[in-house]
């Protein structure tokens, strides 16, 4: 068991900084998830966490030890990569023993892990299986068990689900979840599925252009971003954005000066027979189409500024195309954010 702490930590390709300066403390046994969109730069400060990318800047501390120039072998840490990275010549049992062998362990302490390991990812009826008689979902099973086994100070997850089908990746992010959890292994978890970050972490690091944009719970980041990249990241469907400095509705919200952009979520939009008072805004629009998604719409529409908008509707829509509709909402649901996309109060 062990924290992490990253201090300043910097990457250099030639003339471009890919991470940029970056410091972040990962408490004993928590699960923390970076999250963002592709070349933000999330796995690359994965890999260098590993001993997998050199550090050009700053410093990486294991447990109290700063790792920097020590290899991926030396740091007491277990990879999971989206590849399972298995030996397709060796048995499950094989693949699970492997790294131990190579480090001496004694061959009961060795089958004691791999049954512990076995039982509690319910993988026992496999171990005398090769990966290629495995389904994916078994294999990922498999390479948790290799790092499980390795009981390390910290678990890296690079992407692990991302080859994996809807309903599997959510049967797995429970199972990681839990295992985690029972472990209380310092987990660092890797992913651009914002459902899988929301679901999975104690706490989120959104990393956008190799900095950190925001940190906190998911329901932190969630009811308050602090910026408009992480307001559009973070939900699905994103927060609506709208330019409504110069509009009705804007000054009748006596938006602050200088605030270029208010946000709202889908699901505090509600239709509106008609315009909204006290402390409620109303805006027009034209409905574009309507999503069916089970227990709930999606209706997307334009504004007469033709800006898009989103609002979520309980049950089946009966919302027809090109339908002129008002919206509105409680004003202590909207996000106001200035010029340069900072959150203000």
């Not at 060796?90 to 699970?96: A, D, G, K, S």
Request: net charge neutral; with cysteine.
């Amino acid at each position: 068991m062990a924290n992490i702490i990253l201090n300043d930590v910097r990457k250099k390709y030639g003339p471009v900084e890919a991470i940029q300066g970056v410091s972040l403390d990962i408490a004993d046994g928590e699960l923390v998830v970076l999250v963002g969109p592709s070349g933000c730069g999330k796995s690359t400060l994965l890999r260098m966490i590993a001993g997998l990318e050199s550090i050009t800047g700053g410093t990486i501390s294991i447990g109290g030890r700063v790792v920097n120039e020590l290899e991926p072998s030396e740091r007491d840490i277990a990879m999971v990569f989206q590849n399972y990275a298995l030996y397709p010549h060796m048995t499950v049992r094989q693949n699970l023993a492997y790294g131990l062998k190579n480090r001496n362990t004694p061959k009961d302490e060795i089958d004691r892990r791999i049954a512990d390991a076995a039982k509690a990812l319910e993988i026992e009826p496999f171990l005398d299986r090769k990966p290629r008689q495995l389904s994916g979902g078994q294999r990922q099973r498999v390479a948790m068990g290799r790092a499980i086994v390795r009981e390390p100070a910290a678990f890296l997850f690079d992407e692990p689900l991302s080859n994996l089908d809807a309903k599997l990746r959510v049967q797995m992010r429970v199972e990681i979840k839990r295992l985690q959890r029972a472990l209380a292994t310092t987990s660092v978890y890797v992913t651009h599925d914002q459902m899988e970050a929301m679901t999975l972490a104690d706490r989120l690091v959104v990393l956008n252009a190799g900095r950190i944009e925001q940190v906190g719970t998911p329901i932190e980041l969630y009811e308050k971003p602090q910026t408009t990249f992480v307001a559009t990241f973070i939900g699905s469907p994103s927060m609506n954005l709208l330019p409504l400095e110069n509009s009705d509705a804007g000054r009748k919200l006596a938006i602050p000066a200088g605030t270029a952009t208010v946000g709202v979520r889908p699901e505090d939009l509600r239709l509106s027979q008609s315009d909204a008072a006290g402390n409620e805004f109303s805006i027009g629009l034209t409905v574009l189409a309507v999503e069916l998604v089970g227990a709930e719409s999606f209706v997307h529409g334009i504004l007469p500024n033709r800006h898009p908008i989103v609002f979520r509707v309980p049950g089946r829509a009966a919302i027809a195309p090109d339908a002129n509709l008002t919206v509105c909402a409680s004003v202590e649901k909207l996000h106001f954010f200035d010029q340069n996309g900072q959150r203000l109060t």
